[in-house]
């Protein structure tokens, strides 16, 4: 039966040239070879695979990795698995305004770049790449007290951005003072306080890399080099690595913490730094519906449920989890925001739906800095904003500000 598809019965024949050139790839796209890689990226999980490829085995695990069995770094994020949309149908959505106000100023996007120490580690360009992008996009960068960039330098690399100010509380009250001084003078006018790290997590990652700041080339780090060129080659002909704001700490990553950082701090000392900063107040790494309540009662302007991305304690509270029990219990006197597990658009818009004004986004970012830099930066955050748009307008919700309690839930 030549010619016949015995099982259809269809009569079979040669395409013809000009048929075949429609399924040809076309010319390549006068791109670089980053940008081109970039553009490829679909979302954020092809940019850590980017990133994987980029950066030495000791860097990504930094960013990759958290406390002891990882426990609760995999709950946030499939937490996010377990969010079930219903969404409106018959409704207008040719218009999906994703902007949305955050202590008392517009924003972007309900993103907030979270803070993250030793950035420059990622990329060279480290904080004031992340900074600029985040200008662009019209949402707040938070430089961390462990950044190796200054407040200053941030803010003259971005002067037009929102930028904000993360502060461990040190031991030398002094120190923590001249850190805000210094914040303040960079115009940095909201201050992120985080609490959950009276002492040093187990991760485990950095344990078993030997990690110091700066990195250290072992002999199993020199032969990984051989593959991570492009990286080693801007380490080693860039400024040197160094702690902006905490100069002549030890080089291990856990030792670094547990010298510096106070395990003593309490209610108290939040109260004193109230006192001593003038703008809004932030406090990250709430785990517990009592503590929103004690800290709101407080009059702090927001508080991040947050596990410090599962670095800290292992097998703690689940952010999106927590989230609902934490809005329902201080209403309206205090902003609700998550940090943890967020890496897409639809992450934020279940986030926002479950009461959070913003999500705090730190992993994500960082993947596409290692992957790109700062154009790397820029695709996650196309990236995000493409995605909640799309979600918005499936959800039938009009925007940012139509997301609800109605349009979501955890299976």
């Not at 990329?123 to 004031?128: D, L, T």
């Not at 517990?288 to 292992?314: I, P």
């Not at 290692?370 to 904003?385: K, Y």
């Amino acid at each position: 039966m030549s010619g016949i598809d015995a099982t259809s019965g269809d009569p079979r024949r040669l395409p013809r040239w000009r048929e075949l050139r429609a399924f040809m790839p076309g010319r390549p796209r006068p791109l670089a070879s980053r940008a081109r890689r970039l553009a490829a990226a679909s979302d954020v999980a092809d940019l850590r695979r980017l990133a994987l490829r980029r950066a030495p085995r000791m860097v990504f695990d930094y960013v990759d990795g958290a406390a002891e069995g990882e426990v609760s770094l995999a709950r946030s994020v499939e937490a996010f698995a377990r969010v079930e949309f219903r969404p409106r149908v018959l409704r207008d959505v040719a218009e999906a305004p994703t902007s949305v106000e955050v202590l008392g100023r517009r924003i972007g996007m309900p993103v907030v770049l979270a803070p993250t120490g030793f950035t420059r580690m990622m990329h060279r360009e480290g904080e004031r790449a992340v900074a600029r992008a985040a200008a662009r996009a019209s949402v707040p960068y938070t430089l961390s007290t462990m950044g190796t960039t200054t407040a200053a330098d941030v803010a003259a690399a971005a002067p037009g951005g929102w930028n904000w100010f993360q502060l461990y509380v040190v031991r030398d009250r002094g120190r923590t003072r001249e850190s805000l001084r210094l914040a303040r003078a960079a115009g940095m006018d909201v201050l992120v306080v985080t609490v959950d790290v009276p002492v040093a997590g187990a991760r485990l990652r950095d344990v078993r890399h030997g990690m110091t700041m700066p990195p250290s080339l072992r002999w199993g780090s020199v032969l990984r080099a051989v593959g991570r060129p492009a990286w080693w080659f801007d380490f080693l002909t860039s400024e040197p690595l160094r702690f902006a704001t905490v100069e002549g700490a030890p080089d291990d990553l856990a030792g670094i913490t547990n010298l510096l950082f106070d395990p003593t701090v309490t209610m108290r000392d939040l109260s004193w730094i109230r006192s001593e900063w003038e703008g809004p107040l932030l406090v990250k790494g709430v785990q517990r519906v009592d503590y929103a309540k004690e800290l709101a009662a407080l009059g702090v302007d927001g508080v991040v449920v947050s596990n410090h991305g599962g670095r800290q304690l292992d097998r703690s509270p689940t952010p999106l989890e927590l989230l609902p029990e934490v809005v329902a219990a201080v209403g309206d006197r205090t902003e609700v925001f998550l940090d943890g597990g967020v890496r897409c658009g639809a992450d934020v818009a279940a986030a926002v739906a479950l009461g959070a004004r913003a999500c705090f986004v730190g992993r994500a970012y960082l993947y596409g800095l290692m992957a790109g830099g700062e154009p790397g930066v820029d695709r996650v955050l196309q990236l995000l904003h493409g995605e909640l748009v799309r979600t918005l307008q499936l959800l039938g919700v009009g925007g940012v500000g139509g997301l609800d309690a109605d349009v979501v839930r955890l299976r």
